[in-house]
């Protein structure tokens, strides 16, 4: 196995997504391969625990504004460097000038959610060059969305930086981000190695694909920041001042299990389309918008749920076994209180997963089930994950999911973020799933009249719309609308995939494999693109039939979109 890299490495970080907050996983793919913190060798470690100069520079400027967030419970670096900077200020009315200018700036861009204030800043801090320059080391319309709010913040803090000789007191201060590095490391070190021994999988050397903890004092320690970007696994943390170096391993861990279940669950994606009914079963539940549109993303956090509610620690000691019995009753005894502590372990276990199951994570005890079965047969999660995906009884799973009293929205677990109210075209996403065509397509409208208005997406809106209610003339337009102005990949890339498949039912082969062909040229990172394209390359789309078509009825028109086949998993409308 690869030990843990511990570097210290003034660099930038590789972002592509929306900031996410605590534990909460952000994750959208770039337009192109993301820039890296730090190019790893070839043959060197894919886990790496580091920190980034920009990052210091942006976690400054908002201690430097009033950003102190468990300000008594931080490594004591944190105030040293505070009062760095405040005699800095002090000492000069060039940097008392310059922080007024920065200060307003992060005024006006104060977000009423300190998490996402927080993780805007941390979303432009991974795409920055170190200094002096400090300047996006991408075009801007390839940064994640929320750092694009933030990103004019950069002038003014290369003047502050200057004024206030930044650079020096982060070399001043190099030592002591050194020895929290190290008091984290070891830590982390048997967490990553615990975790892959239970799961019978090797902690590998590079192959393209990395998990970077960055370590920033000046952050808040009560707040985890993880993301995913493409092949990068980001978790931003801050130690704790008592124990000093401490972090919130188990939020590390959780993101760790991301990055080694993801790529396993993702290799049977094509697979999961029959898993689709039980989207059904969670619409009413507290979950963000992604878990309740796309199996795969629920599919996955299910099965980390029940590894996390497998390994966790239960609170109560486990019976030490004599290691020298003299008397056939002590070891009676051990035999006793051993049953004693499984039954009171797994009663506790069993607790956390039926939580989970009403915090909309139905298919936490299925996997909690599976993963049991796996530990008796010592297998790994890559030989047993096939198994647990093709084995599983949907409609009974689907069933059993109806019968969970779901908590309400906000009382999950407190690392989580309440689910977000959706709005504009994001609303009109749900109303498709629901089956709503005429509301989706009047948000639609609506986004087109408005000259501001995100008139790309709109135009995917409509022409799904259009392809559902079995019009592809218009649909045709719309596409092409959207391949016109889109920029965003995936957007274009599923665009041309439905165009593909309108070809095929036009039965012009050659126009469609053309759509196909150019579905992968996008680069979409998402399996599902790659394998929904590849397939239209391999064999013409055949288009099913709508749901409520009567069989007699064989020159009705078909569904281009292959929506009608999923009819049956929209949910009742609300009530």
């Known amino acids: ?13 590789s972002s592509s997504s929306e900031g996410a907050t605590d534990t909460t996983i952000s ?77 307003g700036y992060v005024r006006e861009h104060t977000l009423n959610d300190a998490s996402l204030n927080l993780a805007q800043y941390i979303s432009l801090a991974l795409y920055l060059s170190p200094p002096p320059t400090l300047s996006p080391i991408v075009g801007e319309t390839e940064l994640p969305p929320d750092s694009t709010q933030v990103v004019n ?5 290369r003047t502050f930086a200057d004024d206030v000789h930044l650079h020096a007191i982060w070399i001043e201060h190099r030592p002591e981000y050194e020895d929290l590095l190290k008091r984290v490391h070891d830590p982390l070190t048997r967490t990553i190695l615990n975790t892959n021994v239970y799961l019978h999988l ?77 989207l059904k079963a969670v619409q009413d539940a507290p979950l963000d918008y992604v878990y309740k549109t796309e199996i795969v993303p629920l599919i996955t956090e299910c099965l980390i749920k029940a590894v996390e509610d497998r390994t966790m620690d239960v609170g109560i000691s486990k019976p030490t076994k004599p290691t020298a019995v003299k008397q ?9 209180d051993l049953s004693a502590y499984d039954r009171e372990a797994e009663a506790t276990r069993r607790k956390a997963v039926d939580l989970a199951m009403r915090q909309g994570w139905i298919l936490t005890e299925y996997f909690y089930n599976q993963v049991g079965q796996m530990e008796k047969e010592s297998v790994s999660l890559k030989e047993y994950m096939g198994e647990m995906v093709y084995g599983m009884d949907v409609e ?26 959706l709005t504009g075209l994001q609303l009109a996403e749900e109303k498709i799933f629901k089956g ?74 050659k126009k469609a494999v053309s759509e196909y062909q150019a579905a992968l040229t996008v680069r979409d990172a998402q399996p599902d693109t790659k394998a929904a394209a590849e397939k239209g390359i391999k064999e013409p789309f055949v288009a099913p039939k709508v749901a409520h078509q009567q069989e007699e009825d064989d020159d009705a028109p078909l569904d281009p979109s292959g929506k009608a086949e999923k009819d049956a998993y929209r949910p009742p409308p609300p009530h």
């Open 1 to 13: 196995m690869t030990p843990l890299a511990a570097r210290a490495q003034s660099s930038s970080s």
């Open 27 to 103: 994750k959208e793919p770039p337009t192109k391969s993301a820039p890296r913190i730090a190019q790893p060798e070839a043959g060197g470690s894919a886990i790496t625990l580091e920190t980034s100069e920009p990052l210091f520079y942006l976690a400054v400027a908002l201690n430097v504004c009033g950003y102190d967030a468990d300000l008594a419970n931080s490594a004591p670096v944190r105030l040293r460097i505070r009062d760095d900077i405040n005699a800095q200020v002090a000492a000069s009315p060039e940097a008392r000038t310059t922080r007024d200018a920065l200060c």
């Open 153 to 157: 913040i950069l002038p003014l803090l």
């Open 202 to 278: 090797p902690v590998s050397s590079y192959d393209g694909r990395r998990f970077l903890v960055l370590l920033e004092p000046m952050l808040s320690p009560s707040t985890t920041n993880a993301r995913i970007y493409s092949n990068d696994y980001i978790v931003v943390t801050s130690p704790s001042a008592e124990p000093l170096g401490a972090v919130h391993m188990d939020d590390i861990r959780h993101s760790y299990l991301h990055y080694e279940i993801e790529p396993l669950v993702y290799s049977r994606a094509s697979a999961m389309e029959r898993l689709q009914p039980l």
């Open 328 to 336: 056939r009753a002590e070891i009676e005894q051990y035999n006793a």
């Open 396 to 421: 009974r799973e689907r069933h059993h999911a109806q019968q969970i009293a779901f908590l309400p929205s906000g009382s999950r677990d407190v690392l989580r973020r309440a689910p977000q109210q």
């Open 436 to 509: 709503d065509l005429d509301g989706a397509s009047d948000i639609a409208n609506k986004v087109l009249a408005d000259p501001k208005g995100d008139h790309a997406q709109a135009h995917y809106v409509l022409a799904r719309v259009n392809l559902m209610q079995r019009q592809p003339g218009a649909a045709f337009a719309d596409f092409q609308e959207v391949l016109d102005s889109s920029k965003d990949p995936r957007t274009l890339a599923w665009s041309h995939i439905y165009l593909g498949r309108l070809y095929d039912v036009k039965d012009d082969r």
